[in-house]
């Protein structure tokens, strides 16, 4: 929602006419990541009522007289409250919703809550220091009441502290202290994963933005920082120099694996060095300027050797499969009809999910909402909505193979099926049926 000149409240509009399809459904329409007075780029105040709203309509949806929240994803998604990642899930500070009313931030004392206040004037008057219990030795007891009794007297002013209590997280010491005031507690999880899950077009927006800088980041690895002799974590170091200058908040981490370091995949990079010929999987995780996320992944095969028969049928199976589960990600759809499309992997073997034939919701964490996979998707199936946004990623996870390919695409669920957002080019003559 955004102001008329009338001082209503009025959606997210624009004159699609000349376009033919919303801004925000179109890959190739990027705003710039700086704001101006000559066009309605991501309009965060609009960005933060969304967010507000949809959490206050889940809220009741779920029957939940508040949520307590310590996870910072979930603070910053009704506060619009940042200070950095070190901060997110370490259990210093705290929000509380409460049904009927409006958020409440606790904040590390200090000059944490003196920035706060300077910061977020939409929480005038309802920024309180934080009451901090981890780490306090004998005191751990005593400072977690210190925090219940913070959280109680919010409740209590809004006349919800006998209803169902939402709470994202807990330590054993926040558990006992709110027992001792007899909340009720339950998981807020449901109705935040359900708030989350749906994008608003200004989410949509930031995410092109993150999609962008790192289909950027691909090209240079690709042209020119993937070399025979370099090491895995040097392409890693570039990729994040690269990245935080365009400015991503932050590097949550770049894999790059190389090699027998493709098979089985090592999640992290190494000091390896890359040898001509070597495949190399880079899949990158980061923090685009309004802090939503890029997830994707090419591969590529370093030097100047033409790819093996081997090689190619490697990729295809990968690219094929992919695609296969990416066009079941189409509202009239579930998650069911997504997790068929994938190979069948460990997933099977295990009943788990092993994260490499997957499909997982990404916004302002790189897993919030809906996963997908074959452990239990086809016996549990999720209904497959407009606005929903995934990474969906699949692997050549044969046993025996010297080195192997995995691939990973960021996806909009849009009204007339999905739309991929990530528009990096994949490795050249793997795939002779696409048109480069």
Wanted: with cysteine; proline share 4%.
């Amino acid at each position: 929602m955004t102001m008329d000149r009338a001082g209503a409240r009025r959606p997210y509009q624009m004159d699609t006419s000349f376009i033919g399809r919303p801004h925000y459904t179109d890959p190739r329409r990027v705003y710039s990541t700086t704001g101006t007075d000559y066009q309605d780029r991501v309009n965060f105040d609009r960005l933060r009522e969304y967010r507000l709203t949809r959490a206050k309509e889940m809220m009741e949806k779920h029957d939940l007289g508040a949520l307590v929240l310590f996870q910072g994803a979930n603070i910053r998604y009704v506060t619009a409250s940042y200070q950095g990642n070190w901060k997110y899930n370490i259990f210093i500070r705290y929000a509380v919703l409460p049904r009927g009313g409006e958020p409440y931030l606790f904040e590390t004392a200090g000059s944490d809550l003196e920035c706060a206040k300077l910061d977020l004037p939409w929480m005038e008057g309802r920024i309180e220091p934080a009451m901090t219990w981890r780490w306090a030795e004998g005191a751990t007891g005593h400072m977690a009441k210190k925090m219940a009794d913070s959280v109680m007297e919010v409740l209590k002013q809004h006349g919800v502290e006998k209803e169902r209590i939402g709470v994202d997280d807990l330590d054993m010491a926040a558990l006992a202290a709110f027992q001792e005031h007899h909340l009720n507690i339950v998981s807020a999880w449901p109705a935040l994963s359900e708030a989350r899950v749906i994008k608003s077009p200004d989410e949509v927006e930031l995410l092109k933005q993150a999609a962008s800088i790192g289909d950027a980041a691909m090209w240079h690895i690709k042209h020119e920082w993937l070399k025979p002799g370099v090491r895995e974590r040097d392409i890693e170091a570039k990729v994040h120099e690269y990245m935080l200058s365009q400015g991503c908040e932050i590097i949550y981490d770049i894999i790059v694996a190389s090699g027998g370091n493709t098979s089985p995949y090592r999640r992290w990079a190494t000091d390896k060095i890359i040898r001509n010929g070597d495949l190399v999987i880079i899949d990158i995780n980061a923090v685009g300027p309004g802090g939503y996320f890029i997830d994707f992944v090419r591969c590529y095969k370093a030097g100047n050797q033409k790819p093996t028969q081997q090689e190619r049928d490697l990729y295809k199976e990968v690219y094929d499969s992919m695609y296969a589960a990416i066009d079941n990600l189409r509202p009239g759809k579930t998650s069911a009809d997504v997790a068929r499309a994938f190979p069948v992997y460990e997933d099977d073997t295990y009943g788990t999910v092993t994260l490499q034939q997957f499909a997982h919701s990404i916004g302002i964490t790189l897993y919030e909402g809906m996963w997908i996979s074959r452990a239990y998707s086809m016996d549990f199936p999720a209904e497959i909505k407009p606005n929903m946004y995934f990474a969906l990623e699949t692997f050549a996870g044969h046993r025996g193979l010297q080195q192997t390919v995995r691939l990973e695409e960021n996806i909009l669920v849009t009204e007339d099926g999905p739309v991929v957002i990530t528009l990096a080019p994949f490795a050249d003559n793997m795939l002779d049926y696409l048109d480069y």
